[in-house]
């Protein structure tokens, strides 16, 4: 059967809100960028950049140029209102969550702090009594190759690791996930503090 083409879903890919989420956080802002520069840093193959350009332009969030031979970007708007636009077309990158024993960290590094241990790092929010990890879909399968054994519940020397569906260290050399990838992830939290703590944030 021919599958619908993920440009006119609702939602963003994860590859295209990871992407985005890199264009939006660069360090000097750049209007105008290479997407497979991006894409090659996130590890994605060629057929997954040309989906991600697509939906992004079909979205309207990017306009496509050319320069020379190299195939760009143009965000027409600043990174605020670029957000605030494609919010309602992105989704939490958490799958699931497991619980494992600490000891077990080892696996699938580097880990990145997720959650409220990450949102406690910037905000007056207290740490969970349990840590809160991120693993990318790689890390996950190393993870279950060398037979992580996962916990029925939280307990003592426990850790809380969510399961992404994309590279959790799209900022490199933090430790912790990105600001909008963990805005995502607690937006549907009913905790008034964790809304206020992500407004800050």
């Not at 880990?111 to 349990?130: D, F, T, V």
Request: aromatic share 6%; net charge neutral.
């Amino acid at each position: 059967f021919r599958q619908r083409s993920t440009a006119t879903a609702a939602t963003l890919g994860p590859a295209a809100q990871a992407m985005l989420i890199v264009a939006l956080l660069r360090q000097p802002w750049q209007a105008e960028w290479q997407p497979s520069a991006v894409a090659a840093g996130l590890g994605y193959t060629s057929m997954t950049l040309s989906r991600v350009v697509k939906e992004l332009t079909t979205a309207g969030i990017a306009t496509p140029f050319t320069l020379g031979r190299t195939r760009c970007l143009r965000m027409e708007q600043t990174p605020q209102q670029i957000w605030e636009q494609a919010k309602p077309m992105l989704r939490t990158p958490v799958k699931r969550s497991v619980w494992v024993h600490d000891d077990q960290l080892t696996v699938g590094q580097p880990r990145q702090l997720a959650g409220l241990s990450a949102l406690s790092r910037h905000s007056l929010l207290a740490e969970p009594q349990w840590p809160i990890y991120a693993l990318s879909p790689t890390q996950w399968r190393s993870a279950k190759q060398a037979s992580i054994q996962e916990l029925a519940q939280a307990a003592d020397g426990a850790c809380e690791w969510q399961l992404w569906s994309y590279s959790p260290a799209l900022l490199a050399g933090t430790g912790e996930v990105d600001p909008l990838s963990l805005t995502l992830s607690l937006q549907d939290n009913p905790d008034e503090r964790i809304q206020i703590a992500l407004d800050e944030l």
